[in-house]
Structures are given as structure tokens and as C-alpha cells.
């Protein structure tokens, strides 16, 4: 089977230099300084926590180095399969592996150990409350584990500044407002809202304003996580 390709969503890229939480510093010096093969890293917290991001950060920097990467999660169709030359594996979203999903989890993590290959995996919940079979379970839980903390409110409007100016938007306190307000708060469906925003802005040259965020809403439906009237 051919290698599942790494989903790494459009630019920037996640990177370490990109990620914003300063609750999170041991997960993040852990990750920059891993000389990989080391014990597997585990990274457990809610939605909008930065356990994808600093996955695809890793993995982003293997790349960098000329390292190939394998990803695979709860939707990866099977059969999974290992490559004897990746530096690293990555599965995500491990609390939401079916029984089938764990069997070819757990066949990837023996198979990471015998070939030196690198696991760092990502789940909602830690190791010891994940319903997931026991023997993938220890394995998940045997290497360092790190909770994740979701980034405060003064480091998301942070973060979607930096993002907004990169570019080129002038994204006013009247909209940052509205933005943190109004829509689920975590700084990844706040950049995919203000990614939708972009767009529609540019695509009727206008500036980026609380009622055209209104007339994207009327016309294109709210995000995923809702929004106030």
C-alpha cells in the first residue's frame, strides 16, 4: 500500500515558530529538541489545545530535513501501513479509533519499534482514559505525555492579529470583538473563519467589516460551531 500522504493544510504551514501558547512550553521544547528515535510522545487536550498543529510542526520539520513522514488517524482508510524509512509516524485523533482502526494502530506501534521509527501520537483525553483496546493503550501511555492547555483569550486575539496581518487585513477591535464573541473560541476555528472571511472579502473588494462577516454568514451559512445572530 502506497504511503498515506501527510495532510498538511494550506500555507502557512504549522510550524514551532507558529505555535502561541505559553501553557504549553514543556510539550513544545520537548517536540524541538526530540532526536528521534526516541520513546513515543503522546499529546492529550481539547479542542483548539494545539495537538495538531504541534504534530504537524514535527512532522513539517522532519520534511524539512529530508525525513519521510507517515500520518494516519481516525479517518485514514485501512489497511495502515508502516514504512521501514520514515522517521516518523503520527497518529492523531486516537480517541476516536474504531476496533479496527486500534488493531492497525497498535500493528504500526510494534512495527515503529522494530524498524527505530519515531511515534508521536494525539488524542482528546490521556492514555489512562482512552477506550481503546489495553495493549495499544500502555503503549500510548509508556513514552511522554504532555496536556495540552487551549491558548488564553489575549494569545487568540494575538495569534489571529499576527495571521491577519500576514495577510494584509486590517482586522479592527470592532471585528476581533465580534470574532471572539460571537463564534466557538478556539484558534482553530477562528483562523478557518477568518481564512472564509479573506476570501469573501477579496473576492468583493471590500474591507474586512462586522456587517460584511454578516453578509458571508447570510450568504454562505455560519461555521461549524455556530454563530450568535
Given at each position: ?13 504549522p510550524t ?9 512550553a ?62 516518523l ?8 479509533l ?22 508521536a ?33 489575549s ?5 489571529l492579529?499576527?495571521e491577519a ?6 482586522l479592527?477591535d ?13 484558534l ?19 474591507p ?15 461555521p ?6
Amino acid at each position: 500500500m502506497k504511503q498515506i500522504p501527510l495532510p498538511i493544510g494550506p500555507e502557512p504551514l504549522p510550524t514551532f515558530e507558529s505555535f502561541h501558547s505559553a501553557g504549553n512550553a514543556a510539550a513544545l521544547a520537548h517536540l524541538r529538541a526530540l532526536v528521534m528515535p526516541a520513546a513515543p510522545v503522546y499529546l492529550w487536550g481539547g479542542p483548539g489545545s494545539g495537538k495538531t498543529h504541534l504534530l504537524r510542526a514535527l512532522a513539517h520539520a522532519c520534511q524539512q530535513s529530508g525525513q519521510r513522514v507517515g500520518w494516519f488517524d481516525a479517518a485514514s482508510a485501512l489497511p495502515w501501513t508502516l514504512a521501514p524509512d520514515w522517521a516518523l509516524v503520527v497518529i492523531d485523533r486516537c480517541d476516536a479509533l474504531d476496533a479496527q482502526a486500534q488493531q492497525a494502530a497498535f500493528t504500526v506501534f510494534v512495527e515503529a519499534g522494530t524498524h527505530g521509527v519515531q511515534v508521536a501520537a494525539a488524542g482528546r483525553v490521556p492514555p489512562v482514559d482512552l477506550t481503546v483496546r489495553e495493549d495499544l493503550r500502555s503503549r500510548l501511555g509508556w513514552g511522554h505525555v504532555f496536556a495540552l492547555q487551549p491558548p488564553t483569550d489575549s494569545e487568540t486575539r494575538a495569534a489571529l492579529r499576527r495571521e491577519a496581518d500576514r495577510r494584509g487585513i486590517f482586522l479592527s477591535d470592532e471585528v476581533m470583538d465580534h470574532l471572539q464573541t460571537r463564534f466557538a473560541r478556539d484558534l482553530g476555528s477562528l483562523m478557518g473563519l477568518l481564512d472564509r472571511l479573506d476570501r469573501f472579502a477579496l473576492a468583493r473588494s471590500r474591507p474586512v467589516t462586522v456587517p460584511l462577516l454578516r453578509q458571508m454568514l447570510a450568504e454562505e451559512g455560519p461555521p461549524a460551531g455556530g454563530a450568535a445572530p
